[in-house]
């Protein structure tokens, strides 16, 4: 069994929160504003992301953002090395996606397979004008063609290194550490 060595916190709850008003404001101008623009938060930690640049967003151009939350359990291309009985939380998305701008969140962008299945599934849901990737943590090491419009900052990891974030949400604490996976 592999475990997680916290070596550093490489944000605290200020960078986080920096990050998230920058990428606010850099989605705000790529798009011209953001009629038609709507967040699909990956579960998990992508929701409470893209519900706070959702509240940044809003108090900037006065407006409210639907956030929608997917799951991309089904997606996987792993799914059959995981269980034969994978937990499925639901997606939850209530606004239609034909000829939006969907910004997809998430919290670490790795190989890029979870957001190649989050493509698969925003597809099977409509024909969004364009999709769009912003993600806390860039760390590197892709597998699949897929890079972030918008990221908090970029980390070089390796392979034997893993990175976590942490959000008031659900940990109780706003920080991203690094660590060794032995």
Excluded: W
């Excluded at 592999?2 to 990050?19: E, G, L, P, Q, Y």
């Excluded at 998430?106 to 890029?112: E, I, N, P, Q």
């Excluded at 190649?116 to 806390?136: C, F, N, S, T, W």
């Excluded at 897929?146 to 976590?164: C, H, L, Q």
Aim: aromatic share 2%; proline share 3%; net charge negative.
């Amino acid at each position: 069994m592999t475990t997680f060595v916290k070596k550093n916190v490489i944000m605290d709850a200020d960078a986080m929160r920096r990050a998230i008003v920058r990428i606010s404001h850099e989605i705000i101008e790529k798009n011209k504003g953001v009629e038609n623009v709507v967040l699909v938060g990956i579960r998990t930690r992508g929701v409470p992301i893209a519900e706070r640049l959702a509240s940044v967003i809003g108090d900037i151009e006065k407006v409210e953002i639907p956030v929608g939350m997917l799951d991309i359990t089904l997606y996987r291309d792993d799914l059959s090395t995981l269980a034969y009985n994978p937990i499925v939380h639901g997606t939850e998305i209530d606004m239609d996606l034909n000829g939006k701008t969907v910004i997809l969140v998430d919290d670490v962008l790795y190989t890029g397979r979870t957001i190649r299945a989050a493509l698969d599934a925003i597809i099977d849901m409509g024909r969004p004008k364009a999709i769009q990737l912003a993600v806390l943590i860039d760390r590197g090491h892709r597998e699949l063609p897929i890079r972030a419009d918008f990221a908090g900052k970029n980390v070089p990891t390796s392979r034997k290194e893993d990175i976590k974030v942490c959000l008031a949400e659900q940990d109780e604490i706003d920080e991203v550490v690094i660590g060794d996976l032995e």
